[in-house]
């Protein structure tokens, strides 16, 4: 049976799940960024699609980094992959954000293919989740789990619920918006997120260099 201090853990990282989610939700980054782009050239589906990305990528890291948060904090070179990577999607997706059109308003049109496939990549390529997961989220739930095995499960639900609804409101937003938006204004738009994001590959790029000079390779 569930004790009342057992609860008060489950309801507090409960709590604290939802807090994180909103704040990773709203806070700029690639996957908002990408969020906005889908929305932009693909309508309110695509950005929906795109925003429902952290289920399917920060889902199977908060299993996975209750077994390898040490491992991860000692082994930069993994880290460094997944930032080089990152980079180079990054700098295409922006580089492709400057030939996209605004889409077709048609509520019946079909999301483009490919919406939902490039917010996971985006997500998985993106080393920030890493580090959340592995150095912060990871060992969180792991002493919690120790008290309460039901805690990191309440915690790790509502950050995934959260931080998706919180992305898919301001797909929504950005969608109903768009009503009164032209066409150059949309293709301004779009060339600013193309400028976003290949600003966030020259940051990972700079990351990857430190990370080079951390595992001794320069």
């Known amino acids: ?3 009342y201090l057992e609860t008060d853990l489950i309801l507090g990282l409960a709590i604290a799940g939802a807090t994180l ?21 693909g309508g309110l589906r695509a ?22 948060a040490a491992w991860i904090a000692t082994n930069p070179s993994a880290l460094l992959v997944i930032t080089l990577a990152g980079a180079i999607f990054l700098a295409q997706m922006g580089y492709e954000c400057f030939g996209l059109e605004p889409p077709n308003m048609d509520e019946d049109a079909p999301a483009p293919t ?36 039901l805690a990191p499960i309440a915690y790790a639900i509502t950050f995934l619920v959260t931080i998706m609804l919180t992305k898919a409101a301001i797909a ?6 768009s009503g009164n938006i032209s066409a150059i204004v949309y ?21 990857a260099y430190g990370l080079l000079q951390e595992t001794g390779i320069l």
């Not at 950005?47 to 890291?61: Q, R, S, Y």
């Open 114 to 149: 490919g919406s939902f496939l490039r917010g996971v990549i985006t997500n998985l390529l993106n080393p920030n989740v890493y580090v959340f997961w592995f150095l912060i989220g990871g060992p969180l739930m792991a002493s919690a789990a120790d008290e309460e095995i």
């Open 187 to 207: 293709r301004r738009l779009l060339t600013i997120c193309g400028l976003v994001m290949i600003g966030f590959a020259l940051y990972y790029a700079m990351e």
């Open 1 to 3: 049976m569930v004790s």
């Open 47 to 68: 950005g929906l699609w795109t925003a429902a990305a952290p289920i399917f990528t920060d889902g199977p890291l908060v299993i996975f980094s209750l077994f390898a």
């Open 21 to 41: 989610g909103l704040v990773e939700g709203i806070k700029p980054g690639p996957l908002l960024t990408m969020v906005i782009r889908e929305t932009l050239s």
């Open 172 to 177: 929504y937003a950005i969608h109903r918006a």
